[in-house]
């Protein structure tokens, strides 16, 4: 190993900021590189990151789209044709039985808040069922009427 020389130390890692405050000395002494007074120069530095000067911000300047009502999202129970099918091969439900909201809350499809049910066509239904629901998609009609099965509106 050579000899421990000043001029051959390098800084530890992680640290490459020149240290602030340290005297005139340092070059980063009295003001420490903030400047005269203002915010950039107090305590806790700095503005708000999306802050922009005062200017309209950027989240204030775009059109806000959508609305989402959580009242309806958390009283409508969407299920799909493909969740049915897997209630119908754990013998859950039967064939030609019906199905309505009661039924999907005690199998613990549905949320016990849900008080309407929208039947989806995701996935692929073998088994004829009787559904009652609020709502139903044109293509979950479809895929349950494939199968002798009907959908009837509550």
């Not at 107090?42 to 911000?57: T, V, Y």
């Not at 009502?69 to 091969?89: I, K, W």
Request: a positive charge; one cysteine or more.
């Amino acid at each position: 190993m050579d000899s421990f020389k000043l001029n051959k130390l390098k800084p530890r890692n992680g640290i490459d900021r020149k240290a602030l405050g340290r005297g005139i000395g340092s070059g980063c002494g009295k003001t420490c590189s903030y400047g005269h007074k203002g915010g950039k120069a107090r305590s806790g530095r700095g503005a708000i990151s999306w802050f922009e000067g005062g200017q309209m911000p950027l989240y204030r300047r775009l059109p806000k789209r959508g609305f989402i009502s959580l009242r309806d999202r958390t009283s409508v129970a969407c299920v799909n044709l493909g969740v049915l099918q897997r209630l119908c091969e754990a013998q859950v439900l039967s064939a030609g039985q019906e199905v309505n909201i009661e039924t999907l809350k005690k199998a613990g499809v549905a949320r016990n808040s849900a008080s309407t049910l929208r039947i989806l066509a995701k996935g692929k239904l073998q088994t004829s069922l009787h559904i009652f629901a609020a709502y139903a998609s044109a293509a979950a009609i479809r895929g349950v009427e494939a199968v002798r099965g009907k959908v009837e509106f509550r």
